[in-house]
């Protein structure tokens, strides 16, 4: 089983998950970004999620490449270290790590496009090792 996202972290993130943590981690950023405008579609999609987390997590793991850029790091990275671009250098993209290093994360807007792709961006760098 490719397992690339863990349902501790998932759960964990789901204390948040009125913002919509949960749901960029798994792989949704358009109803993670409507959670966090919509606390959590007022707390009613927050409570159902706690159900969902399982089922978003088997989809997770069936979407996206394991390998050796693992999610959850780089998922805490981003989340608590994102405007100085520790999670960039974590995946090897020293350059882009060291312009979010002096610029606060390319001034926010690279850490919020990190949210919306960073899953893609350790799929793909997971699947680098086997091209």
């Given amino acids: 089983m490719n397992d690339t996202h863990s349902k501790t972290v998932g759960y964990i993130l789901w204390i948040f998950g009125f913002l919509g943590a949960h749901r960029f981690y798994y792989g949704k950023p358009v109803t993670g970004t409507i959670w966090l405008f919509t606390l959590g579609l ?12 399982p089922s978003m997590d088997r ?12 999610y959850s790091v780089a998922w ?32 926010i807007i690279g850490v919020i496009y990190d949210f919306w792709t960073l899953n893609d961006q ?7 090792r086997f091209s």
């Fill in 42 to 53: 007022l707390g009613i999609g927050w409570l159902i999620d706690l159900f969902l987390i």
């Fill in 59 to 70: 989809e997770a793991d069936l979407r996206f490449n394991s390998g050796q850029v693992d």
């Fill in 76 to 107: 805490i990275l981003l989340t608590f270290l994102g405007i100085f671009g520790i999670h960039r250098m974590y995946m090897g993209k020293w350059v882009t790590g060291i312009i979010y290093l002096f610029t606060g994360g390319f001034f």
């Fill in 122 to 128: 350790v799929s793909i760098k997971n699947a680098e």
